[in-house]
């Protein structure tokens, strides 16, 4: 018999298949939501424990509220939900295809799936909803809408938070502020790149804590401080490398 029942939305992501196996293999019943359920049957089937995966229309938020009512009341609810849905698009030429993109996923459904669980956690009395963000929302970068919209998720989790202070709930409300993996990887720098089941790791560690806020791994902390404190003039050409001479 399974300890709890947490729900993943945005299981398709490497980094939710390894929360789902680590908390499959704590005994943990899954609930998994993802925009096509056949893309991970193969991987559903591999888990140790209770799984179970649904459809999720996260571009269609009035969609997505339906499907998380529908799933939670047939699952009498959830002890923890994980938010992992995002998408980040860059194109110097600016398309405005891109930001609308972002906007949907990243804000429009982000927000829908996160009021709607957590009102659901009010009517169950407790829960813990925690939300894959960025420390890319620390401050504005040259993929705008992207930048943007994790700050708009840092600062809508406060607000859940500070609702469930005011009607005095044990509901935690979990912002994980990762670090720039797919800049790590494409710098190759064994610094700020940890295995994927490491960051995993980190995160449940969290959120057993019942943390507020964490960075993963810890040591994008430093970096997300120094992105804040940076001057302007530093932070606005870091980006931009000097053209080559002859070049
Ligand atoms: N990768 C990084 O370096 C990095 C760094 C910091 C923070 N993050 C954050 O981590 C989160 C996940 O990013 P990731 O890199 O793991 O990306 P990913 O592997 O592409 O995962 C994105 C998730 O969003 C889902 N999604 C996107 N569009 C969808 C739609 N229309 N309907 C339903 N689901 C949709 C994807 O599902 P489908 O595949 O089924 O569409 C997938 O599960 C994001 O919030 C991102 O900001 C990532």
């Given at each position: 018999?399974?300890?709890?029942t947490?729900?993943?939305i945005?299981?398709?992501?490497t980094?939710?298949q390894a929360?789902?196996r680590?908390l499959?293999?704590?005994?943990v019943?899954l609930?998994?939501?993802?925009n096509d359920p056949?893309?991970?049957y193969a991987?559903?089937?591999?888990?140790?424990?209770?799984?179970?995966?649904y459809?999720l229309?996260i571009?269609?938020p009035q969609?997505?509220i339906s499907q998380l009512?529908e799933?939670?009341?047939?699952?009498?609810g959830?002890?923890?939900v994980?938010?992992?849905?995002g998408?980040?698009?860059?194109?110097?030429?600016?398309p405005w295809?891109?930001?609308?993109?972002?906007?949907?996923?990243?804000?429009?459904?982000?927000a829908?799936a996160?009021?709607?669980?957590?009102?659901l956690?009010?009517?169950?009395?407790y829960?813990?909803?925690?939300?894959?963000n960025s420390i890319?929302?620390q401050r504005?970068?040259p993929?705008m809408?992207?930048?943007?919209?994790?700050?708009?998720?840092?600062?809508y989790?406060?607000?859940?938070?500070?609702h469930?202070q005011?009607?005095k709930?044990p509901?935690?409300?979990?912002d994980?502020?990762?670090?720039l993996?797919?800049?790590?990887?494409?710098?190759r720098?064994?610094l700020l790149?940890s295995?994927?089941?490491n960051?995993?790791?980190?995160?449940?560690?969290a959120l057993?804590?019942?943390k507020?806020r964490?960075?993963?791994?810890?040591?994008w902390?430093i970096?997300?401080?120094i992105?804040?404190v940076?001057?302007e003039?530093i932070?606005?050409?870091?980006?931009?490398?000097?053209?080559?001479k002859?070049g």
């Open positions: 018999m399974s300890v709890a947490a729900m993943i945005g299981a398709s992501s980094l939710s929360l789902a680590q499959s293999a704590q005994n019943s609930v998994l939501f993802v056949d893309a991970i991987f559903s089937q591999s888990l140790a424990g209770e799984v179970s995966v459809p229309a571009n269609q969609m997505a009512n799933a939670w009341e047939k699952h009498n959830a002890h923890l994980i938010v992992n849905t998408v980040n698009e860059y194109d110097p030429s600016l295809s891109i930001d609308q993109h972002t906007i949907d996923i990243n804000v429009m459904g982000f829908a996160s009021q709607c669980i957590f009102k956690m009010c009517e169950q009395g829960g813990q909803l925690a939300a894959i890319a929302g504005g970068g993929n809408a992207y930048h943007a919209s994790k700050a708009f998720a840092a600062n989790l406060q607000g859940l938070s500070m469930a005011r009607l709930l509901i935690t409300i979990t994980i502020q990762l670090g993996f797919d800049k790590a990887v494409h710098l720098t064994q790149l295995p994927i089941d960051v995993a790791g980190q995160i449940l560690t057993k804590k019942g507020r964490v960075y993963v791994t810890k040591r902390r970096v997300a401080w992105n804040r940076l001057p003039y932070y606005n050409t870091r980006h931009w490398k000097p053209k080559k002859g």
